[in-house]
C-alpha cells in the first residue's frame, strides 16, 4: 500500500520558517521524483519544488526561490521542504508528491495547513 505521509505545518509569523517532512512507504522512493504542491482557497495547486531522482538537480516556484529549499534522504524515504522567510501569500495547504514517468506512478498525501499570520 503506497503512503505518503507529510508532517510540519503549523501557523507562523511572518518571516518565520517551517520545515516540512514528508514519508514514503509502498514503493521504491529513490526511483521517484518528489515534488512539493501547493493549494490556497479559490486557488489552482501549484508545483512549489521538485527533486529529481537522479543527481538531485532541483527547481522552485519563482516566487519561494531563495527562500525554500528542498531536499531528500533516500535512506529515510523522506523529501523535506525547509521554508524561510515566510510571507502570508505562503498560506496554503501543502502536498507531497512522488512522480515518475516510466512506469508510471503518481502518488499524493493527504496535506499538511501551513499558515502564515501575525
Known amino acids: 500500500q503506497v503512503k505518503l505521509v507529510e508532517s510540519g505545518g503549523g501557523l507562523v509569523q511572518p518571516g518565520g520558517s517551517l520545515r516540512l517532512s514528508c514519508v514514503g512507504s509502498g514503493f521504491t522512493f529513490s526511483d521517484f521524483n518528489m515534488r512539493w504542491y501547493r493549494q490556497a482557497p479559490g486557488k489552482e495547486r501549484d508545483m512549489v519544488a521538485h527533486?529529481?531522482?537522479?543527481?538531485?538537480?532541483?527547481r522552485y516556484l519563482d516566487s519561494v526561490k531563495g527562500r525554500f529549499t528542498i531536499s531528500r534522504d533516500n535512506a529515510k524515504n523522506t523529501v523535506y521542504l525547509q521554508m524561510n522567510s515566510l510571507i502570508p501569500d505562503d498560506t496554503a495547504v501543502y502536498y507531497c508528491?512522488?512522480?515518475?514517468?516510466?512506469?508510471?506512478?503518481?502518488?499524493w498525501g493527504q496535506g499538511t495547513q501551513v499558515t502564515v499570520s501575525s
Open positions: 508528491n512522488a512522480w515518475r514517468a516510466w512506469p508510471n506512478g503518481d502518488y
Open positions: 527533486i529529481s531522482s537522479a543527481d538531485y538537480p532541483t
